[in-house]
């Protein structure tokens, strides 16, 4: 099925036709948009008139004179000091909307990219031996939700989950394992860990988490233990086989975890995609011999160092990337500009994504800047992003924290979300229609569908309170009323019995049908720009209206009680069940469910 054009598209191009038409010599953009006097409003012809200097009004009536109207636009008209007011035809909204819901291949005719390209997605990194926290949720959820947006366009998207898995750290476990082997006797010894069948996980995660606590501590406090610590860091990279195996324990023991944390996320996250800092090791002294032998990093005090006049620390002082250490070990930097060469030339990607707290912008702006400077990257063919968020706050409006002052471990926090939910829906379900199976299915739904939301309704770059209460509200802008509307208008279409949702273009539109039915039609157009400017908020912003438009719609126009004739009832019907489509494809492409009851 051949992409369908909207009407905001096909207007567009109407006025713009006229506008040439009017002023050849000067192309000038109509500057669309719906409007609460008609359908749109064109407000380009001021900007023109003003270039022309012509009179705006004068100008605008010739163009109207000019506009190919009868087919889909009904009527257009003059308003003001030279805005155009543009009314369409019922044929022509009901036509489009029924051309959308045709497609074979359910994308309510959302076109591919004519040109797709090949986009890396770095998110969701957590760290091998630590248990992931509230600060792990927004790197996720914004991350799938963007892949997603770019996958239905079209693009061909590479994710990878650049895990902490390598460095200091684990010298510094390997070696107090070693140290005190009996550690986590109390509850199970790491190293059996994968045939303890009972374990979970979490516990898993949990009693790794307390050793690593436990050997920082050491760390920080013994230098004769750090020294020793450090020798297992060379014993590591060197690939001593018995550190290597008790490494390799700690990074299965921790995908389990991983896995488990994304699954109540509702995410799939497969072991392919998890390429973390180690995997980049073999390529640690090359990029550095890359870098010096171009001039583009040079010796400093030991240290190779790469220097920037431009870039500048919080203090406003020049600051250096330091990509090998004067010890000769390696930081973030160099397993960083790895990564944009593996993803480069061997992934072929034209885009890298980065979706990384925004408290880490130095650090990547001067990585890109690296990477340009050797050639890795440009402005053109290879482009890098980061897609900087910003922090979960608590409702106090400070970064969210336990009572103790401990940071929120993800699982406690999506486990109280789901308790939540769980309880609204068991109120909402006031005659016992769902079983406890359904219930406990519905609230996991619910749930991770409002801490998602939330999330995904503010723009990235903004902080948010996380607030569980307003989160799995059935007023506001929130997941559950988004599903709720999802769910009655289910419920509607099952009860109409025999008539069934069938468009009539014939039909002359109640205002509330033709509000419903234009934004509608704007879907493919702000899937489109949510995708390109890689702002699922977007998205969730356009669903949010839908949802309420359609509820204005069920006020206004009755589908089924009291029954209208069964061409209008048959017409409702089908703007419901378009409605519908809308809905579930955008919260799916969202990340999240839109269960048929609730």
């Known amino acids: 099925m051949a992409p369908v054009k909207s009407l905001t598209a096909t207007v567009h191009q109407r006025l713009a036709d006229a506008l040439t038409a009017t002023l050849p010599e000067a192309p000038a953009d109509p500057l ?110 914004i991350g799938d939700a963007v892949a997603q947006l770019l996958e239905f366009t079209g693009e061909n998207v590479i994710r990878r989950h650049h895990i902490g898995d390598w460095g200091t750290q684990f010298g ?37 988490d307390r050793l690593y606590k436990a050997a920082r501590k050491l760390f920080d406090s013994d230098e004769e233990f750090k020294t020793r610590a450090r020798l297992r860091v060379v014993d590591l990279q060197a690939g001593d086989p018995a550190t290597l195996a008790t490494w390799q324990r700690f990074v299965d023991e921790s995908k389990i975890y991983f896995f488990s944390v994304f699954e109540k996320l509702d995410m799939v996250i497969q072991d392919a995609d998890i390429v973390g800092e180690s995997g980049y090791n073999d390529m640690l002294d090359e990029t550095c011999r890359l870098l010096e032998e171009s ?14 006049d431009d870039i500048k620390g919080p203090e406003g002082n020049p600051v250096p990337l330091i990509v090998r250490k004067t010890d000769g070990g390696y930081g973030y930097a160099a397993t960083d ?39 890795w990257l440009n402005d053109e063919d290879v482009k890098a992003y980061q897609l900087a968020f910003g922090t979960v706050l608590g409702k106090d409006g400070k970064p969210f924290k336990t009572r103790e002052g401990e ?47 939330a999330d995904l309704s503010t723009s990235a770059n903004r902080d948010y309170k996380f607030d569980l209460d307003q989160m799995v509200s059935l007023n506001g802008d929130t997941s559950v009323y988004l599903q709720y509307a999802y769910a009655r208008i289910q419920s509607i279409l099952r009860k109409a019995g025999e008539v069934r949702p069938k468009p009539h273009p014939e039909l002359e539109l109640a205002d509330a049908e033709r509000a419903l039915a234009l934004h509608v039609d ?29 509820t204005t719609f069920y006020d206004k126009c009755p589908v089924i009680k009291p029954a209208p004739p069964q061409n209008i009832a048959e017409n409702r019907l089908f703007l419901c069940d378009v409605t519908a489509k809308t809905l579930h494809q955008g919260m799916a492409l969202l990340g999240i469910r839109t269960p048929e009851r609730l």
Do not use: W
């Open 295 to 308: 001039g583009v990093a040079v010796r400093s005090e030991g240290a190779l160092c790469v220097f920037f």
């Open 407 to 453: 940071t929120v471990k993800l699982v406690d926090l999506l486990d109280e979300a789901v308790d939540r939910a769980t309880t609204v829906v068991r109120e909402k379900d006031t005659q016992s229609q769902l079983s406890d199976d359904e219930v406990a299915e519905r609230g996991a739904q619910v749930g991770i569908g409002a801490v998602k939301y």
């Open 522 to 550: 704007g879907f493919a157009e702000t899937v489109a720009d949510s995708a390109t400017e890689y702002a699922p908020h977007k998205l969730a912003a356009y669903l949010y209206q839908l949802a309420s438009l359609y």
């Open 337 to 375: 500009l790895s990564a944009i060469r593996d993803r480069v030339f061997n992934l072929k990607a034209n885009n890298l994504i980065y979706v990384v707290d925004a408290r880490q912008s130095l650090h990547f702006k001067m990585v890109f800047e690296t990477a340009r400077r050797a050639g």
């Open 32 to 141: 669309l948009r719906r409007s609460d006097r008609a359908d749109f409003q064109a407000n380009g012809i001021l900007a023109l008139a003003k270039k022309a200097k012509a009179n705006p009004r004068d100008l605008a009536t010739q163009v109207v004179a000019n506009v190919v109207s009868g087919d889909v636009i009904k009527d257009i008209e003059v308003s003001g000091p030279g805005f155009l007011n543009i009314t369409l035809t019922d044929k022509a909204i009901v036509e489009n909307l029924a051309a959308r819901a045709a497609d074979p291949d359910a994308r309510l005719g959302v076109p591919l990219a004519a040109h797709p390209g090949t986009t890396v997605i770095d998110y969701a990194q957590p760290n091998v031996a630590k248990e992931m926290h509230v600060g792990h949720l927004r790197s996720a959820v």
């Open 172 to 208: 510094m476990l390997i070696q107090y394992l070693d140290e005190h082997p009996h550690e986590l006797d109390h509850k199970r010894n790491t190293a059996d860990a994968a045939t303890d069948t009972e374990a979970t996980g979490e516990e898993a995660m949990s009693n790794l």
